[in-house]
């Protein structure tokens, strides 16, 4: 692996910066409705939940940042929604459930 974490010899595309945008806020959006739906009626009261700062936590909200997978973990146990419930719409895809067969989480 280079430094960018690519494998050597293959090539990866860039994500453009607009297409990243785009996805922090449908995530944003997805995330605050999840809140809403659970019942925390205000950003702050689900941060102190998740455990961290509420001006951070508005950042996911408002499309400016991105948790990282252990708080995107979190964060789905505590709103009881499934992963792809915080995807956006692009990134969803059918799973043919053969090939789905051999992921599990073992704990």
Do not use: C
Request: net charge positive.
């Amino acid at each position: 692996m280079d430094m960018r974490g690519a494998m050597p010899g293959r090539i990866i595309p860039a994500m453009s910066e607009r297409f990243e945008e785009n996805v922090r806020k449908d995530f944003g959006k997805l995330l605050m409705a999840a809140r809403k739906a659970k019942g925390y009626k205000s950003a702050a009261a689900f941060a102190d939940m998740l455990k961290v700062e509420p001006p951070r936590y508005r950042y996911w909200e408002r499309g400016q940042a991105m948790p990282d997978v252990a708080t995107v973990v979190r964060i789905t146990n505590l709103l009881n929604v499934e992963l792809s419930d915080l995807l956006p719409r692009g990134f969803k895809r059918e799973r043919d459930a053969k090939k789905a067969k051999h992921l599990s989480v073992v704990g």
